[in-house]
């Protein structure tokens, strides 16, 4: 009897929070997709490469009207990544994931898509890959239920913080602070075992000692400060890194962190 | 006014038992009529320290419950005045403690004593929040060791939010006493310094108590330090401690540290 050694590979999962445009279509349908279909005419392949995700609840009331509704956009070239407002029981092959948990996130600017100014043809919905099932994490969505009604000039699309949170206390082991809509400040330590998690960027006016995620809903360009680097982990748009991996050189120092490429830097401040 | 002291530290074997024990001790010393309360159920220890195991005969369940009266369970202290305690139940869990039993029994032990200190469980589940609810103020144990500062660094979260105190929006009074400390020990670097643990938990030092084998005698012979020796290293560290309770000002002394001071001149006057 022989058996088939095959090498194990690792397989990593890793969660990650995208931003998407949430569409939520509204009776009467086909005054609403008239609506849609005059903005697509102003801002040609605004719907291009973006991921969408359909907010069904004033628009469906059971399975098969959700099947037509995701014909009518498909029939549009946009692409729907996921749905929300949908009971989880009308979950099937053929329909886009289910997304549950959904957290606003910034307005996004309505901007033409260079790519796209001499005429883009629309892409086929059907061959959009759908998105992971194993895609569990909250999407932060962008409401566009409402979208503005002027073109933007080109900016980034993602804007910054929105609100800062100031925390004038230490916080202990075992806090967990979550403030995804921007950057979070400490006035004192963060002790091992706390967790820090921000929209934006994390300043620690004390010891860094626990973990501080920065950039929680997909902003790369989060960065991390700290009085006293001693951290546990650090994690910037979902990258992260543990304490060995800190450089040792900057333990017990003032600090800062960022993304550079999708390879995280450290330097020391002042 | 009456107050009621909660002795926690998140782990366990750091001295909290012992703690409550001395502080009690010290307190009635001093003239004040103290209750010390046993809270965790399950794995009584206050009684054996408190040289009292014989003379149990109902507990903090039993008047909690309302089997037995708060006077029929107080065992007063042979040496002391004015030393009472309420033990625990060896035999019960902490499920069968409730929120307004533990308050109307808190209430009752104002009414009657100065100072009421609650032994807390180790742990930061049910029986050391119940422990910790009605306190005025606590007094958080700490080893100079990484694991019991990051416990006791939990439990002062805890403090900060799941107190009576905190949850009407008062700010709950803390204090951090160090036992177990080994000066020489934290000089080679095998132990925490005094400083770095206050650098991490940030609360206020009301003693510094130093390992010693008396505080193991006292356990053994089942006698608060302060009373068995209070002329002793710990036995001061435990009075010190009791008084700054009490709201009187005195220098802080680390154990150990006029040894450096004296090594210091020696070492001066040899060059």
């Keep these: 009897m022989t058996i088939a050694v095959r090498p194990s590979v690792p397989v990593r999962i890793r969660g990650r929070s995208y931003l998407a445009l949430v569409l939520t279509p509204e009776a009467p349908l086909d005054a609403w997709f008239h609506g849609l279909d005059n903005l697509a005419e102003k801002a040609p392949g605004f719907f291009r490469r973006r991921p969408v995700v359909v907010d069904a609840s004033r628009a469906a009331t059971n399975r098969a009207e959700l099947k037509a509704l995701m014909a009518t956009f498909g029939a549009r070239g946009i692409r729907v990544v996921g749905l929300d407002g949908v009971q989880p029981s009308w979950a099937a092959p053929e329909l886009p994931p289910i997304f549950v948990g959904g957290r606003d996130g910034a307005d996004p600017t309505l901007v033409a898509d260079p790519a796209d100014a001499d005429g883009g043809a629309p892409i086929d919905a059907a061959s959009a890959p759908a998105a992971p099932a194993a895609e569990r994490t909250p999407v932060p969505a962008a409401p566009a239920g409402a979208p503005p009604a002027e073109l933007a000039p080109p900016t980034a699309t993602a804007a910054a913080s929105q609100t800062s949170l100031v925390i004038a206390e230490p916080v202990r082991s075992g806090m967990s602070v979550f403030h995804p809509t921007g950057d979070v400040t400490v006035i004192g330590s963060v002790a091992s075992g706390a967790e820090i998690v921000a929209g934006g960027s994390i300043h620690v006016y004390g010891a860094l000692r626990g973990r501080a995620m920065a950039g929680c809903a997909g902003l790369a360009g989060a960065r991390i400060f700290c009085r006293r680097m001693e951290a546990e982990l650090l994690a910037i748009d979902g990258l992260y890194r543990t304490a060995e991996d800190i450089p040792p050189e900057l333990e017990g120092r003032p600090a800062q962190a960022w993304l550079e490429h999708d390879l995280m830097r450290f330097s020391a401040l002042g | ?271």
């Design chain 2, 1 to 271: 006014m009456a107050k009621v002291l909660v002795v926690t530290s998140g782990k366990g074997g750091v001295g909290k038992t012992t703690t409550t024990a001395a502080l009690g001790g010290a307190l009635a010393q001093m003239g004040n009529k103290v209750a010390v309360v046993d809270f965790d159920v399950g794995l009584r220890n206050l009684d054996l320290i408190m040289g009292a195991e014989r003379r149990v005969v109902y507990d903090l369940i039993n008047v909690v419950q309302g089997d037995a009266k708060l006077s029929q369970a107080l065992i007063r202290d042979k040496r002391i005045d004015g030393l009472f305690l309420l033990p625990a139940s060896q035999t019960r869990d902490k499920d069968a403690l409730t929120d307004e039993g533990v308050e109307r029994v808190i209430g009752e032990l104002k009414a009657q004593f100065d100072w009421v200190i609650c032994d807390s469980p180790a742990g930061i589940e049910r029986g050391a929040t119940l422990a910790m609810r009605n306190a005025d103020v606590a007094v958080v144990v700490t080893n100079p060791e990484v694991s019991s500062v990051r416990d006791s660094d939990r439990i002062i979260g805890l403090l900060d939010a799941k107190t009576k105190k905190a949850e009407a929006g008062e700010r709950m009074e803390k204090h951090l006493l160090i036992t177990r400390y080994d000066q020489a020990r934290a000089e080679r670097g095998e132990m925490l310094k005094i400083d770095d643990v206050l650098e991490i938990l940030s609360v206020p030092l009301i003693g510094v108590v130093p390992e010693s084998e008396e505080v193991l005698r006292a356990s053994n012979v089942g006698t608060p330090v302060t009373i068995l020796s209070p002329q002793s290293a710990p036995g001061r560290a435990y009075q010190d401690a009791a008084r700054r309770l009490a709201g009187e000002v005195i220098q802080m002394v680390i154990p150990g540290e006029r040894r450096g001071l004296m090594t210091r001149l020696f070492g001066r006057r040899a060059a």
